[in-house]
């Protein structure tokens, strides 16, 4: 059994305890906290049937390396999604899924904005985030955080070969569609009603030349002020909401 990891802050905490209570070690909550929001996580802690530890703020800190850990910490058993990446498109396409959303981000290694790109694709109805074994940053305690429980449920997979797995996308007739600030075309002119993976690269140094090369197209979202980028967890999310939106019939006035 892998050993034990620490989640914090009660969207993290409590979708653990949603998902999989069974894999909840502990939690350990702050006793001088009695607010609705505490008494309600501990409603639902004891109706999960997980143990429940008192304890004050500094040693929930210390469990969780943060002091933003809203007065809830849990050790919890790690859950590795065992699929590969192949495994989760073949099982998508037996599930009757013709058209996968996937997140490709390039050297994003700040786990703040993994964790609010993992929040926005699991918002967005992404079936998938990808990421280089050597350009990223892993699930930790704060990426889990930041997600709000979106990096329980959304799967995160770490490529060796970021390249050669596009090209492997494109031979699941995955179109591969990067962003950059002087693309040709905006996110507004192209077809993202089809199998689309949307590829993202860090602030600054934007993808890198063989991720860029491998795309099929490139898109730019439009900036009408003087900034001339977004951060990449906003930047996600313009892409995939307006994925969602091509891809949500309209309903009947």
């Known amino acids: 059994m892998s050993s034990p990891k620490v989640l914090f802050g009660f969207h993290a905490v409590g979708v653990r305890m949603k998902t999989a209570p069974k894999s909840i070690i502990e939690v350990y909550f702050e006793s001088t906290r009695r607010d609705a929001r505490m008494r309600q996580f501990l409603e639902r802690a004891k109706e999960a049937g997980v143990r429940l530890i008192e304890a004050d703020a500094p040693r929930i800190a210390k469990l969780a390396g943060s002091h933003g850990h809203q007065g809830v910490a849990a050790r919890v058993e790690e859950i590795k999604d065992t699929r590969t990446l192949d495994e989760l498109l073949d099982d998508l396409e037996e599930a009757g899924v013709t058209s996968p959303l996937l997140l490709v981000l390039d050297g994003v290694t700040d786990p703040h904005n993994l964790g609010a790109c993992l929040r926005v694709a699991d918002g967005a109805g992404a079936h998938a985030v990808i990421a280089p074994k050597d350009h990223a940053v892993g699930i930790n305690a704060t990426v889990a955080k930041v997600a709000s429980g979106a990096a329980e449920t959304v799967p995160y997979f770490m490529v060796t070969n970021l390249a050669r797995t596009l090209k492997e996308l494109k031979e699941r007739n995955v179109w591969i569609i990067g962003t950059s600030d002087d693309a040709p075309n905006t996110l507004y002119q192209v077809d993202l009603k089809g199998p ?15 991720t860029r090369k491998t795309c099929d197209e490139l898109i730019g979202i439009p900036m009408m002020g003087a900034v001339s980028s977004l951060n990449v967890s906003v930047a996600s999310g313009v892409c995939l909401y307006e994925a969602l939106r091509q891809r949500t019939p309209a309903k009947a006035g």
Request: glycine residues 20%; proline residues 0%.
């Open 196 to 210: 689309v993976a949307m590829v993202l690269g860090a602030e600054g140094d934007g993808m890198r030349q063989l």
